[in-house]
């Protein structure tokens, strides 16, 4: 059985958002009790993520360390037709994932206690972000 | 229903190669309406990327930053004169996605619409790379 339906975001700019609920909520609706949940997301400029749930500094940090790896308005980069962020958007979502897929068992996605399923916007400004949920299974 | 198939690709030799529409085909081709793609390339050292190559320059940013992240070095022409990939070859691989899942909607990649699927390939050596697609779903 295949169920597959698109879940939709707003960000409030730069940063992380935990969207495990919706994807919980989306396994419950497809009925499905055992098998893979395959989540996409349909933009260059944020990316899909597991991390710890448990203390925020954690994507704090991962915040920082961005930044430092990835710099705003740095002079390499020639694409900055929608400003400064505009290129390490893209940087940083190539260099996180795309997608992820993860186990389902009894009807629940299998994920280990401290790992939460995060959504995270690149851009500085607030965006809509589209995320493809594709669940294989019986 | 699983389809599967392969895509060649000859004599790459270093830089990023679109493979959307050859992806396109071969989900049309199997029918399947709904469900996943999965894409895994035969390579040490090319890789599977998504991102938005529009405009050349982000293409060169991109590849700039690859290389200023991981540089070349001059310790690595022993490795190369011994037949070995350089280094750097290895990590950028290692930092990148042998494979990669989408979404299949409606019989065609479910994917964003600045989206492209890439193979970017981090060798200049003039070699075939082999990648195998297996489309699950009904």
Known sequence: MVFHRELKFSTTGRGTYNISQQVEHAIDQSGIQSGICQLFIQHTSASLILCENADPTVRTDLETFMKKLVP??????????????????????????????????????????????????????????????????? | MVFQDTIKLFQTDGGAYEITSLISELIAESDIK???????????VASLLIADFADDSMKNDTASFLADLVPSTDENSERINQGMNEFSVDMRYALSQNSLTIPVSNNHPGIGIWQGIYLWDSSQ?????KITVTITGE
């Open chain 2, 34 to 44: 709904t469900g996943t793609c999965h894409l895994f390339v035969h390579s040490s």
């Open chain 2, 125 to 129: 050596n003039q070699t075939e790379r």
């Open chain 1, 72 to 138: 705003d308005g740095d002079a390499m980069f020639k694409h900055q037709d929608e400003g400064p962020d505009d290129m390490p958007a893209h940087v940083r979502t190539i260099l996180t994932q795309n997608a992820l897929s993860l186990p389902i068992q009894k009807g629940r996605v299998k994920l280990g206690i401290w790992q939460g399923i995060y959504l995270w916007e690149h851009r500085v400004q607030s965006h809509k972000r589209k995320v493809i949920v594709t669940i294989i299974g019986e």
